[in-house]
């Protein structure tokens, strides 16, 4: 099993920044990709961006040249670092690990992220 704590949200003008972070335990050894996905009041969980094992890195293009995903493997990490917020971005956001030869799905628990215009 592998079980994830997100960290790092809040409220924040446009324009600013926040920086999302999200620590693994469990069989963090068997984790493959993990990544960054939102949902917003009354719409579908999206994801935002994503990094493999070996750091290899996708994102969205609603977030591209703002939101910039790194990992430390050695730490079992994956933040989101969020710069030029824009009211749009407000979300809940969550952490996921892909993990196992199966590639079952973790979750955390979600932090909030609200952009003020």
């Known amino acids: 099993q592998v079980q994830l704590v997100e960290s790092g949200g809040g409220l924040v003008q446009a324009g600013g920044s926040l920086r999302l972070s999200c620590t693994a335990s469990?069989?963090?050894?068997?984790?493959?990709?993990m990544g960054w996905y939102r949902q917003a009041p009354g719409k579908q969980r999206e994801l935002v961006a994503s990094?493999?094992?070996?750091?290899?890195?996708k994102h969205a293009e609603f977030v591209e040249g703002r939101f910039t995903i790194s990992r430390d493997n050695a730490k079992s990490n994956v933040s989101l670092q969020m710069n030029s917020l824009k009211p749009e971005d407000t979300a809940v956001y969550y952490c996921?690990?892909?993990?196992?030869?199966?590639?079952?799905?973790?979750w955390g628990q979600g932090t909030q992220v609200t952009v003020s215009s």
């Open positions: 469990g069989n963090t050894f068997s984790i493959n990709d």
């Open positions: 996921n690990a892909d993990w196992g030869l199966r590639r079952n799905n973790a």
């Open positions: 990094i493999s094992r070996g750091g290899s890195t």
